[in-house]
């Protein structure tokens, strides 16, 4: 089978790469650009591991192919830090203890960041309804939900 061509805007920078057309963009951006953040649970789109921006909106990844991904906006869980500053999601989620074995978080800061992007003053309920396709079997999502609270007061000001 032939690779694409294509050339994807990851975090603010343009990469050029060959991509087999079937290759999802999580599996590129992890294999490929070696950005290993987000993760790869359930490959099937059901449990938020793996979710990144597409032009600003939350996608499950692993449900995207990379050649479909070209010429638009991606942003991964390392593109919300500035250098060695944590962005105010995952500053709360630090300060909040809303991190336990980790694997989850990546999409739940995502999807937590995109609520707040939005709507900078979620009420407990909206914070649920948008971290409701992210599956935790660590945290119980309380301490989650805690730390999104905190970081609206970032966005909010």
């Not at 650009?33 to 597409?54: I, R, Y």
């Not at 599956?135 to 939900?145: A, D, E, L, S």
Request: aromatic fraction near 6%.
């Amino acid at each position: 089978m032939k690779k694409n061509f294509i050339i994807l805007n990851v975090n603010e920078e343009e990469r050029e790469l060959y991509v087999y057309p079937h290759r999802s963009l999580l599996d590129t951006v992890r294999d490929e650009l070696q950005l290993t953040g987000s993760k790869k649970g359930c490959d099937e789109g059901d449990c938020g591991a793996c979710t990144m921006f597409l032009d600003g909106n939350p996608v499950t990844s692993c449900m995207v192919l990379a050649v479909d991904a070209a010429g638009r906006r991606i942003t991964t869980i390392e593109g919300l830090s500035n250098g060695t500053k944590l962005s105010p999601v995952q500053q709360a989620f630090v300060e909040h203890g809303a991190v336990q074995c980790g694997f989850c978080i990546p999409g739940l800061i995502m999807s937590g960041t995109a609520l707040l992007t939005r709507n900078p003053n979620p009420t407990e309920e909206e914070i649920r309804m948008a971290i409701s396709g992210n599956i935790c079997r660590c945290t119980g999502y309380t301490k989650v939900v805690e730390a999104i609270q905190a970081a609206a007061a970032s966005y909010s000001r």
